[in-house]
């Protein structure tokens, strides 16, 4: 069993920044490819980025059209913990973050998870919020 805790969420003004923080538990956090997703109110959870898992040092990442250019998702293997950078950051940003976790073979080091269907863990969800 995989255990996800993230934190960094506030509430910050648009054009900020925050760094979210995805504690994992494990001793194989290389093999995890982690995600992000967010759900805004009233609306349905969404995909916002993911990497893969790691080879060694290396890992590929995908974001929603959305984002690109604004966040970053980056891991520290020798932490456990997968972050994702929000820069320029926009009312429509504001949402619950939450990061989630699927363990991949590595026939899949080059695969970026993209639905929740494709996780099988998940954090509690930090909130982010974002006034104009």
């Known amino acids: 069993q995989v255990q996800l805790v993230e934190s960094g969420g506030g509430l910050v003004q648009a054009g900020g920044s925050l760094r979210l923080s995805c504690a994992a538990s494990?001793?194989?956090?290389?093999?995890?490819?982690m995600g992000w997703f967010r759900q805004a109110p009233g609306k349905e959870r969404s995909f916002v980025a993911a990497t893969t898992r790691s080879s060694g040092n290396t890992h590929f990442a995908d974001y929603v059209d959305s984002v690109k250019g604004r966040f970053t998702i980056s891991r520290d293997n020798a932490k456990n913990t997968a972050f994702l950078q929000m820069n320029s950051l926009k009312s429509e940003d504001t949402a619950v973050y939450y990061c989630a976790a699927v363990i991949l073979d590595s026939s899949r080091n080059y695969y970026i998870p993209k639905s929740e269907s494709e996780y099988v863990y998940w954090g509690q969800g930090t909130q982010v919020t974002v006034s104009s």
């Open positions: 494990g001793r194989t956090f290389n093999t995890y490819a």
